[in-house]
């Protein structure tokens, strides 16, 4: 799957348009994902997807931590990812979105989890 275009509180992936973070499997896209805290990921905010992520077995994840780098990312959503025997990239949404971009285009599974404002 590929991020067609991006910009402050939107993404087009897959001909879709999203106006709230997502969550992009290698077939799928799990619009309007929430936190439990915002601007913190940790681990309880992915379990909802966990066997969706599991049986997609991803070589990398990718986390795009907003336009302005704003949401923190928990040492134990990393270690939980890694240990379901995938890499774990964080960074600013833009940067995220060229990996994600990248990597897929490369022939890797790749999923992502993307904060597309601050």
């Given at each position: 799957?590929?991020i067609k275009?991006?910009?402050?509180?939107?993404?087009?992936v897959?001909g879709?348009?999203?106006?709230?973070?997502?969550?992009?499997l290698?077939?799928e896209?799990?619009?309007?994902w929430?936190?439990?805290?915002g601007?913190?990921?940790?681990?309880?905010?992915?379990?909802?997807?966990?066997?969706?992520i599991?049986?997609?077995?991803?070589?990398?994840?990718?986390i795009?931590?907003?336009?302005?780098?704003?949401?923190?990312v928990?040492f134990?959503l990393v270690?939980?990812?890694?240990?379901?025997?995938?890499?774990?990239?964080?960074?600013d949404t833009?940067?995220?979105?060229?990996?994600f971009?990248?990597?897929?285009?490369?022939?890797?599974?790749?999923?992502?989890?993307?904060?597309i404002?601050?």
């Amino acid at each position: 799957m590929k991020i067609k275009s991006h910009k402050f509180g939107k993404m087009v992936v897959g001909g879709h348009e999203y106006k709230k973070d997502l969550i992009i499997l290698t077939d799928e896209v799990i619009p309007s994902w929430r936190r439990a805290s915002g601007h913190n990921l940790i681990p309880e905010d992915i379990l909802e997807s966990i066997m969706k992520i599991v049986e997609s077995k991803p070589d990398l994840a990718v986390i795009g931590t907003g336009y302005s780098n704003q949401m923190v990312v928990s040492f134990n959503l990393v270690m939980l990812l890694e240990s379901f025997d995938m890499d774990v990239i964080a960074a600013d949404t833009t940067q995220a979105v060229q990996v994600f971009n990248t990597k897929s285009e490369n022939g890797e599974k790749v999923i992502g989890f993307f904060h597309i404002t601050c």
